[in-house]
């Protein structure tokens, strides 16, 4: 029987998302994340240079954390970076005041590199002056700095480091994935192109043209043309037909190279991908806050370019439309993911195939013994 959605557990509620800010954590605190991002950023030698049991560290004589970057030369010798970082607790732009301890001690102690990293940003001012210092003290040391920007790309793949400074909820999509589209990411199953095709077909491939028509294009891949007019659109430079029927036919002729199981893995894996994509109610306010930033972009453009302004004005009510579509776009996209997930994913495990003779060999090798094959289902 297929694997059933179970709607009580879905909501609309897109607050979910919890926004990546360190404003919850003291000076302190945002010292230790520091510490310990560096740490798993390959630091040796670390040292945290605070002074008091109090929520700043006024003994850290112009720099918090001391440590090394290990180098590797082209001879192959290592080069150890003598790094200072200034860790600036700010919720607000930090202000150039707060820079001159941390670049005086540097001047005194010349390590290689001195970081500063700013809990929201360095203000416009500091900047400038980090820019002239630059240019008329010409330091011996590197002056870098990391704003929030960069700490949440440095983060990002660090969700344990998220989770204990408390800058995550978890992962709020994972309550929205489909348990077919969970037990497909955790055991996939092998299937021959005849089912899968068969299942496809049987549900009715038209249903997800949006999804398909992603896979389709790398499976296909077409011919694309240069482009020579600003309004033409993908459709206008690909050459020749992506149809579901092009996309069956290349499907068998890669088989001739490729196992079909492992083409049937890779194709399902990419539209449950494309279709989850266009169905994560989790990532609405993301989208909404972007297409918000680019109407107060062409705002400014309009301000500044009167000449323009109609051509502009026309664009920002394209978008203002699309925006007001976006959340019925998604939930329409949900119901399409849902749809595929029981329809098309849940009955690929149903089917029974041998593992391949490699597979078997291998398993055989490895446990010293014969193993009973697998039955295929007919």
């Known amino acids: 029987m297929p694997l059933q959605l179970d709607r009580s557990r879905v909501t609309t509620n897109t607050k979910l998302v919890k926004a990546f800010s360190f404003d919850h954590l003291t000076s302190v605190q945002f010292e230790e994340f520091c510490y310990e991002l560096l740490l798993r950023l390959g630091a040796k030698d670390m040292s945290w240079r605070k002074g008091t049991g109090l929520n700043s560290s006024p003994s850290d004589q112009g720099r918090d954390i001391e440590c090394y970057f290990i180098k590797d030369d082209p001879d192959g010798s290592e080069k150890r970076e003598r790094w200072f970082v200034e860790c600036k607790h700010y919720k607000e732009g930090v202000p150039p005041t707060k820079l001159e301890a941390g670049l005086s001690w540097a ?7 001195l970081l500063f990293v700013a809990s929201n940003a360095l203000s416009n001012p500091c900047k400038e002056f980090l820019r002239r210092y630059q240019e008329t003290e010409r330091p011996p040391f590197r002056i870098k700095q990391w704003e929030l920007k960069e700490l949440e790309e440095f983060t990002i793949s660090k969700p344990d480091l998220l989770r204990k400074f408390g800058m995550t909820d978890g992962f709020p999509f994972l309550q929205f994935l489909h348990p077919a589209h969970v037990m497909f990411l955790r055991h996939p199953p092998l299937n021959t ?8 077909e049987k549900a009715g491939p038209h249903r997800f043209r949006e999804a398909l028509g992603t896979v389709s294009l790398m499976v296909i891949k077409p011919h694309v043309k240069f482009p020579t007019d600003p309004n033409e659109t993908l459709g206008d430079l690909i050459q020749g037909s992506t149809g579901y029927v092009d996309f069956r036919k290349k499907c068998y002729e890669l088989a001739r190279v490729v196992d079909d199981r492992f083409l049937v893995r890779a194709i399902v894996n990419e539209v449950l991908c494309s279709a989850f994509g266009a169905a994560d109610r989790t990532d609405l306010d993301r989208v909404l806050k972007n297409n918000a930033g680019l109407i107060n972009h062409l705002e400014s453009e309009k301000k500044a370019n009167p000449q323009e302004a109609e051509d502009l004005s026309r ?10 579509e976006i959340p019925n776009r998604v939930e329409t996209s949900y119901k399409l993911y849902a749809d595929f997930c029981n329809e098309v994913i849940a009955p690929l495990f149903e089917q029974r195939i041998p593992d391949p003779p490699e597979v078997i060999a291998f398993m055989e090798k490895f446990i010293g013994k014969k193993t009973k094959p697998s039955q295929e289902r007919t």
């Not at 001047?107 to 590199?113: G, I, N, S």
């Not at 192109?193 to 496809?200: A, H, N, S, V």
């Not at 664009?315 to 007001?324: D, R, V």
């Open 315 to 324: 664009q920002i009510e394209e978008i203002k439309a699309m925006m007001a």
């Open 107 to 113: 001047r005194a102690e010349r390590p290689d590199v």
């Open 193 to 200: 192109l005849d089912y899968f095709f068969e299942i496809l």
